[in-house]
C-alpha cells in the first residue's frame, strides 16, 4: 500500500518533469550539483575503513569496537545474515567462533587469544546464537550437539535460563535459548528440567489475565519481589519469535489474514500462565498495538532518561517475530519505517558499521520481502561485507557503493516509506537528462531556421555542453 510519503515523491518527480519541459526558456547556465550530507561521507569512510580491524580486535571478526560484550552475538548474526544472502565467509570468520567454544560446550560474549575458559563468563545468549550461526553453515554438527548439550545443562528448574549459569532466568535469555534449540532441531518440550519445559519457562515471563488490560500479552524481563509486574519491550520483541516456535533466519511463509488474536480474558482464566498455544498471538497482539501507537516502531525510555526514543534493534526483532507468527502484514509498515530510517543504527556508530545492528536489518528486510542490497537506499549486504574479513565469494548483486546512501536522508522520523535520498537522486538524473535533450532539439531547431544566424567557431556553442 502506497505511504503518504511515496505519493509524495510521486508528486514531487511530476512536478520537476514539468519544469524540465520549461528549461529551455531558461539560462543556460548549469545548476550547481548538489553537495553530498556530511553523513554520506562518513558512513563511506566507516565502511572503507572497516575492513581494517582496530588494534586489539581479531583479523576474523567484524567490526572494528571492542569485542569484550558482544562479540560472539555479532560474529554469529553476521554469518547468520551473509549465509542467507549466499556469501561464502571467509575461513577465518567461521574459525574465529568456533575458536570461541569452550571444552564443556558453551561459548563466552567473548575471550582473548590465549585465554583459558572460565565457566563463569559464559552465557546463554552468545552459545545460542552461535548455535543458530553453525546451524546455518552447515557442517559443524559437533560443536553445535556439544553447545545444546551445555544449555540443556544449564537449564533452571522452572525451565527458563538465565544470560550466566546459575542466575535467576529472565525472558530475553530463555526465547533466545528456544530460537537456538529450535534451529538445531530440538523440541523445547522435550527439553525439561522437574517437569518444567522450554516452553514453561518462557510463559512465566509472559503477562496473562491477572495484569491489567493494556498489558496482557506483553512479557516482563525479570520478576522481582514487591516491583509490580510491567511489560519490557525489548523482552517482548526477542519472546515473539521464539513463541512463534521460530528461529534466525526467519524463512516462513505462512501467512495468517487476520490480525493477531488478543489474549481473551473471561474471568475463568484471571489466574495461571498465558498457554504455548495462546502466546505468539497474545504477544503479537500487544506488539502491534504498540507499533499502530507510536508510528510503526517501538520506542523505549534508556537508562537514566525519561524520553523515550525509537528502539530499533526492539523493531527490527518484532519485525521478524511478526513474520514468523504469520503476521506479515502487521509487520510491513515497521520493517518500512526502518528502511527509512536505520541506517545511522547500523553505520554510524562510534566504531562505523555495528555489523549486528547491520546483519540484524539483513535479516528482518529478507523476512518482510525487502531487498536489502537496496533498504532505503543502502546496501546492507555490502556494509556488512566491508565489516569484517574479505569472504571467499559473493553475489555481484546491488551497488557496492550504496554503503554511502543512508535511507534517512530524506525520510522524517515519523516516516515508514523507506524514501531515499538515492531514489531522489535518481529523480534528479532523469530531469537532467530531460532537460537536456529538451534544450538540444530546441537549439538544432532554431539553427534549423536561421542559418545565417549560426556562431562563429569558438563560441560558445562550439564548446562541448560540460565545459559552458
Request: charge should be negative; include cysteine; charged fraction near 15%.
Amino acid at each position: 500500500m502506497p505511504t503518504a510519503a511515496r505519493l509524495g515523491a510521486a508528486a514531487l518527480a511530476g512536478a520537476l518533469l514539468a519544469a524540465a519541459a520549461a528549461a529551455p526558456a531558461l539560462a543556460d547556465t548549469a545548476s550547481p550539483a548538489p553537495s553530498a550530507p556530511s553523513s554520506t561521507a562518513s558512513s563511506t569512510s566507516s565502511a572503507a575503513a572497516s575492513t581494517t580491524p582496530s588494534p586489539g580486535v581479531p583479523a576474523g571478526l567484524y567490526g572494528k569496537g571492542d569485542p569484550q560484550y558482544d562479540g560472539v552475538w555479532r560474529q554469529s548474526l553476521a554469518l547468520i545474515a551473509l549465509q542467507q544472502e549466499k556469501v561464502e565467509p571467509a575461513a577465518a570468520a567461521v574459525q574465529w567462533l568456533l575458536g570461541q567454544q569452550c571444552e564443556d560446550g558453551g561459548w563466552p560474549s567473548y575471550r582473548a587469544e590465549g585465554t583459558p575458559c572460565a565457566p563463569a563468563t559464559e552465557d546463554t545468549n552468545a552459545t545460542s546464537m552461535a548455535v543458530q550461526a553453525l546451524t546455518a553453515l552447515g557442517g559443524h554438527q559437533q560443536p553445535v550437539t556439544r553447545a545444546t548439550d551445555w544449555l540443556r545443562a544449564h537449564q533452571n528448574p522452572d525451565g527458563s535460563w538465565a544470560y550466566n549459569p546459575g542466575a535467576p532466568g529472565d525472558a530475553n535469555s530463555t526465547a533466545v535459548v528456544l530460537n537456538g534449540l529450535l534451529a538445531a532441531g530440538l523440541d523445547p518440550a522435550q527439553v525439561a528440567v522437574d517437569g518444567h519445559s522450554g516452553w514453561d519457562g518462557l510463559a512465566s515471563f509472559q503477562l496473562g489475565c491477572a495484569t491489567a488490560a493494556d498489558q496482557r500479552g506483553a512479557f516482563l524481563y525479570q520478576p522481582a519481589a514487591g516491583v509490580p509486574a510491567a511489560a519490557d519491550t525489548i523482552a517482548s520483541a526477542q519472546a515473539l519469535l521464539a513463541a512463534a516456535g521460530g528461529h534466525l533466519p526467519v524463512t516462513t511463509t505462512d501467512r495468517k489474514d487476520a490480525p493477531p488474536k488478543a489474549l481473551a480474558c473471561d474471568g475463568a482464566q484471571a489466574a495461571g500462565p498465558v498457554a504455548h498455544a495462546d502466546s505468539a498471538e497474545a504477544d503479537a497482539a500487544w506488539l502491534t498495538a504498540r507499533l499502530a501507537a507510536d508510528g510503526q516502531r517501538l520506542l523505549a525510555k534508556t537508562p537514566g532518561s525519561d524520553t523515550a526514543t525509537p528502539a530499533y534493534d526492539s523493531t527490527a526483532w518484532t519485525v521478524l517475530g511478526l513474520v514468523a507468527a504469520g503476521h506479515s502484514a502487521e509487520a510491513a509498515s515497521a520493517a518500512d519505517w526502518l528502511a527509512g530510517n536505520a541506517f545511522p543504527w547500523a553505520a554510524q556508530g562510534k566504531d562505523g558499521t555495528n555489523p549486528a545492528a547491520t546483519a540484524t536489518l539483513v535479516l528482518t528486510a529478507r523476512a518482510a520481502k525487502l531487498d536489502p542490497y537496496n533498504f532505503g537506499g543502502a546496501n546492507l549486504v555490502q556494509l556488512l561485507i566491508a565489516s569484517g574479513p574479505a569472504p571467499k565469494s559473493a553475489p555481484a548483486v546491488g551497488d557496492p557503493q550504496a554503503t554511502r546512501a543512508p535511507g534517512s536522508a530524506i525520510t522524517e522520523p515519523d516516516e515508514n516509506s523507506g524514501f531515499s535520498a538515492g531514489w531522489l537522486i535518481g529523480v534528479g538524473l532523469l530531469v537532467g537528462v530531460g532537460a537536456g535533450l529538451l534544450l538540444s532539439l530546441n537549439r538544432r531547431r532554431h539553427k534549423s531556421a536561421s542559418p545565417a544566424d549560426a556562431p562563429a567557431p569558438g563560441t560558445s556553442d562550439d564548446q562541448p555542453e560540460q565545459d559552458r
